[in-house]
């Protein structure tokens, strides 16, 4: 079983190579160059007509959209564990689909100005925007505060990989996700896993947070 993962650094895909860095399954990686526009080429629309990544090809196959791709590989390695265990499935699920609606949708706008019409945002939009993340920021918080250090209690999951992967997103906002106590720990947690690390180094991202040794 061979995956085929097309993916940009620091981008959404980077939440689906540790997926599959999770379950030891084989995979090779096809980079695409954002800054020659790669995501926009023909032959790559053709695999995902949004022109974004990631793309997962599987059996021959191209699947996209992030949150499914990584319920994806969930449900065809069970023993990875990605979904927690089987009593954890339906909230583990629903974990996948808030990530998926509301902050990594709300984060869109924040990155992307022109999918709201704009060349850069009016300042009451970006803080809007900014309120609504803060706002997810402290739920998620309270939630770990009271039932962590996991999403899902003390079972690690897929959901914390891609949780963690969105929060790094914020790091140069007016105040990032590690400001919060217990998404800080979360952090801490997941970005000390060796798949972290593993595709931290193949991706050559810089290391983060800031006060953690590679």
Not at 40 to 48: A, E, I, Q, T, V
Not at 124 to 144: F, G, P
Not at 184 to 209: F, H
């Amino acid at each position: 079983m061979m995956y085929t993962l097309y993916y940009a650094p620091a981008t959404a895909s980077m939440a689906v190579h540790l997926a599959l860095l999770e379950t030891g399954a084989p995979y090779e990686l096809q980079l695409l160059d954002f800054e020659k526009n790669q995501q926009k080429d023909p032959d790559y629309r053709r695999l995902n007509p949004n022109g974004v990544v990631p793309t997962l090809v599987c059996d021959g196959k191209p699947y996209i959209e992030t949150a499914a791709l990584m319920m994806l590989l969930a449900e065809r390695h069970p023993a990875a564990g990605l979904a927690g265990t089987p009593e954890h499935y339906d909230e583990w699920r629903q974990w996948m689909v808030y990530l998926s609606h509301n902050l990594q949708a709300t984060y869109r706008f924040w990155f992307y100005p022109s999918e709201l019409g704009y060349a850069t945002h009016p300042d009451e939009v970006a803080h809007a925007l900014q309120t609504r993340i803060e706002k997810i920021w402290n739920q998620l918080d309270q939630h770990l505060n009271a039932r962590g250090p996991y999403l899902l209690g003390a079972q690690f999951s897929a959901a914390d990989l891609y949780l963690t992967v969105l929060m790094r997103w914020s790091r140069n906002m007016p105040h990032p996700a590690t400001e919060w106590p217990a998404l800080y720990r979360l952090v801490q947690l997941i970005t000390n896993r060796p798949s972290w690390k593993k595709m931290m180094a193949i991706e050559g991202v810089d290391v983060w947070p800031e006060d953690q040794t590679a």
